[in-house]
């Protein structure tokens, strides 16, 4: 789930209640109280920067993703294409 909210924050920021929905669509029934502390931990390890952006009346904290960020990604992209290619080859 956060190489997902990884992915979609190297595309374009992303928000919490945005990723709900974008997971539910894959299938993954999240609620708020697991993906925000995932938010949060990205955030913590330096993997994604967030900002509060104001909407007409409404406010919500948006996720932008860091080089470390980046970097993180693309690293745990090799291994899952590595993974996969073992998984394909030896099945």
């Known amino acids: 789930i956060r190489l997902h909210i990884l992915h979609h924050a190297a595309e374009e920021p992303v928000f919490g209640l945005g990723i709900i929905e974008e ?5 993954y029934e999240m609620s708020a109280g697991t993906v925000y502390p995932m938010l949060h931990g990205l955030e913590k390890k330096g993997y994604l920067t967030s900002r509060h952006e104001r909407t007409g009346r409404r406010e919500r904290r948006v996720y932008d993703i860091t080089e470390q960020g980046r970097t993180a990604l693309a690293d745990a992209k090799t291994k899952v294409k590595e993974l996969f ?5 030896g099945g």
């Open 23 to 27: 997971l539910r669509r894959h299938g």
């Open 85 to 89: 290619g073992e998984l394909v080859e």
